[in-house]
C-alpha cells in the first residue's frame, strides 16, 4: 500500500523521476528530459520538471506514460511498484 505521509504531494513519481534522471549514463538533465518528452507530443513549460520532482505538480496518466519512455523505466518503476 502506498503511503501518503502530508497532503502537499501532488504525485507519486518526483523522487523516481530525479532518480531516474541522475542514474542515466550521462545523465539527463531537466531540460533534455523537456525535450525528450516534446518529441513525444508533450509539450512542458521550463519548470514543469522541477515541480513534478518537488511533488507539487500533478502528473496526468499520459505524461507519466511519456516520463516513464523518456527516461527508459517502466511505469510501475515510476510508482515505486
Not at 500500500?1 to 502530508?6: K, P
Request: glycine share 4%; proline share 2%; hydrophobic share 45%.
Amino acid at each position: 500500500m502506498i503511503e501518503m505521509n502530508n497532503n502537499t504531494n501532488r504525485n507519486l513519481i518526483g523522487d523516481r523521476v530525479r532518480q531516474a534522471r541522475n542514474n542515466a549514463k550521462p545523465k539527463v538533465t531537466q531540460t533534455d528530459l523537456l525535450a525528450r518528452l516534446a518529441v513525444r507530443g508533450i509539450e512542458l513549460e521550463k519548470t514543469t520538471i522541477s515541480k513534478i520532482e518537488a511533488k507539487t505538480r500533478p502528473v496526468t496518466d499520459i505524461e507519466l506514460v511519456a516520463i516513464a519512455d523518456a527516461l527508459g523505466v517502466s511505469v510501475l518503476w515510476l510508482l515505486g511498484m
